[in-house]
């Protein structure tokens, strides 16, 4: 038989058969619009409630094969990127599509250190604005979302030398944002900047510095944290990065977009999830609680956090890289109670048919809790932390969306299901 790139569909209903083009493994989802059953029809649709099968855009930025278990940047394994590249250098390389020169990189670095700063407002805004006790995800978003009052040019998002000041200023002024995020809570004062010092390192010293003169960041911590920002930097479609690219679909100002996907981050379905991870260890207490806590997730009872994704059913390939990162952090820290729990509890659930026949498998937030704890970043804050890696990859996606010719406002159908034409019935009239 004669290959031909085309699906074929009968339409039982009234024996009309349609063929249609078979692109890069799909089909466009408007070809199904010509299936009617009268003239006047609408059109088939496609349903898809959470997206679980429809191709949103075309992207260059990020390859997941999730039943292999691999994840690539532009190209690169997310393994050679962990161990040779550094955070600067990949969100370089996903927002410019390749790798920086020594001179390019140096610039890209000088720029967004530059941009570190905030303004006196914002700082104000951040502390004065929030009760002592407010979630730090809550006071990022909102803070991010003030920033657009505060830079009315990003509103031009055609305009490209505008889309590249805003590039530095959200990769800038995240971190800066972040670190008062924890400040706050703590009824600490607010540190400015240091621009000698590298992208994580500056975070702590913004986190950590109390009366030193010259905050120096553990090293070891300097590191883990840069090789954290780099492997949740992105992950190609996700529920946050489809809301910067669907918010930012409207044409608001990227500010407004990023606010929108670290809202989304913060459930605990999502970025929330290495927050969760604590908890349930926490909760477990010890090693031979482990079987009790395993029953109780199989009755349904609860969920194995850190475990399971809607993409990988394999081993998440940032877990492995996590994994082997809180060994080396652990070292030079106290060990942790915490983490030999998690390491049974993973043995334990990769020999169980319950996880096993449903492929789940140890994903990105699994192990990267026990580090940020380890580093003492309270837990409130673990979100946040992703949310500044991940940072670099709203960004790359909503560049890659706003200069995408075939895009549009993003805007899903429905498939109603309530009254039509009902009658109004005044109020003293109804029981
Ligand atoms: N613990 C126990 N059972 C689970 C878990 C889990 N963590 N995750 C999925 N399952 C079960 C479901 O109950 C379901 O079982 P069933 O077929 O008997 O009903 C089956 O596995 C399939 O699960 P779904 O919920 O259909 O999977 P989905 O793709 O919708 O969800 C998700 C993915 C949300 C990540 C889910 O695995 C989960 O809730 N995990 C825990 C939270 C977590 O770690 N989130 C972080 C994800 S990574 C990230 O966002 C960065």
């Not at 477990?284 to 029953?295: A, N």
């Not at 979100?383 to 010719?405: C, S, Y």
């Amino acid at each position: 038989m004669e290959r031909k790139d085309t699906l074929t569909i009968t339409d039982n209903r009234t024996g009309k058969q349609y063929e249609i083009p078979i692109e890069k493994g799909a089909i466009r989802a408007k070809e199904l619009r010509q299936i009617k059953m009268h003239d006047d029809d609408f059109g088939l649709l496609s349903y898809d409630p959470a997206f679980m099968n429809t191709a949103a855009c075309e992207s260059a930025i990020t390859y997941i094969d999730g039943e292999k278990g691999i994840l690539q940047y532009r190209g690169y394994p997310i393994e050679v990127l962990a161990e040779k590249s550094n955070f600067m250098e990949t969100s370089y390389l996903l927002i410019n599509g390749v790798f920086p020169t020594e001179r390019q990189l140096k610039k890209w670095t000088q720029n967004i250190t530059l941009h570190t700063m905030i303004h006196e407002k914002i700082k104000k805004f951040m502390d004065g604005g929030f009760l002592y006790d407010a979630h730090p995800m809550g006071i990022l978003v909102g803070s991010l979302a003030g920033l657009s009052t505060f830079y009315p040019d990003a509103k031009k998002v055609d305009d490209p030398d505008s889309r590249t000041i805003q590039v530095y200023r959200m990769l800038g002024k995240i971190i800066t944002i972040s670190a008062y995020t924890y400040r706050h809570s703590k009824g600490l004062f607010f540190v400015y900047p240091d621009n000698d010092l590298s992208y994580s390192g500056n975070f702590l010293n913004m986190m950590f510095k109390m009366t030193e003169p010259k905050y120096k960041p553990n090293p070891v911590f300097e590191k883990a944290l840069d090789l954290l920002f780099l492997l949740h930097a992105d992950h190609e479609q996700n529920c946050s990065t489809s809301a910067m690219r669907g918010v930012g679909s409207s044409r608001v100002d990227p500010f407004s977009a990023l606010a929108a996907a670290t809202a989304a981050l913060y459930g605990p379905l999502h970025g929330g999830a290495n927050e969760a991870v604590i908890k349930m260890l926490k909760e477990i207490g010890s090693v031979d609680k482990i079987p009790d806590y395993i029953k109780k997730v199989k009755a349904g009872e609860s969920k194995l956090m850190g475990f399971g994704h809607r993409i990988y059913k394999n081993y998440d390939p940032r877990a492995k890289i996590i994994k082997k990162m809180a060994h080396q952090v652990f070292a030079v820290t106290k060990k942790s109670t915490l983490l030999d729990i998690a390491l049974e509890l993973e043995r334990i659930a990769l020999q169980d048919d319950y996880f096993m026949s449903r492929k789940l498998y140890p994903n990105v937030d699994f192990y990267s809790g026990l580090i940020y704890r380890a580093m003492k970043i309270p837990q409130s804050m673990f979100t946040v932390l992703f949310a500044i890696g991940r940072t670099a990859g709203w960004v790359a996606q909503w560049l890659e969306m706003i200069t995408d010719k075939e895009q549009k406002i993003a805007r899903p159908r429905q498939l109603y299901t309530g009254q039509l034409n009902q009658v109004y019935v005044p109020i003293e009239k109804r029981f």
